[in-house]
């Protein structure tokens, strides 16, 4: 059975940082992706970055180039999100997903989603 769980979120302040982590259980091999996604009060979610598992190749939405990083450790099965700068809009609940699609940056190609963690940026 695939899971996935996000934790790492809190509260924040403006420029701040935060690592969030995705641990992932139930996959065999590397040929899958997992993407991290955010979705704030009152708007629809987003795609927030990506990687692929076996590849390393890695996909940013232009709101958080050069601020966010995201990265795979093999060994612990866990994927991390790291936030720097954080702002006020970065606030929502972050989520992580996988996909076995080559297509990283299709939301609707991820199969399976983690439990949401929330991330709040105080001004």
């Known amino acids: 059975e695939v899971q996935l769980q996000a934790s790492g979120g809190g509260l924040v302040q403006t420029g701040g940082s935060l690592r969030l982590s995705c641990i992932v259980s139930?996959?065999?091999?590397?040929?899958?992706?997992i993407g991290w996604f955010r979705q704030a009060p009152g708007k629809e979610r987003e795609g927030v970055a990506c990687?692929?598992?076996?590849?390393?190749?890695?996909h940013y939405a232009e709101s958080v180039k050069g601020r966010f990083a995201v990265s795979s450790d093999k060994s612990l099965n866990t994927v991390y999100l790291e936030m720097n700068n954080l702002k006020p809009e970065d606030t929502a609940v972050y989520y992580c997903?996988?996909?076995?699609?080559?297509?990283?940056?299709?939301?609707?190609?991820?199969?399976?989603w983690g439990q949401g963690t929330l991330v709040t940026v105080s001004s």
């Open positions: 997903a996988a996909t076995f699609s080559v297509d990283l940056r299709n939301e609707n190609a991820y199969l399976y």
């Open positions: 990687i692929s598992r076996s590849e390393g190749s890695t």
């Open positions: 139930g996959f065999t091999g590397d040929d899958y992706g």
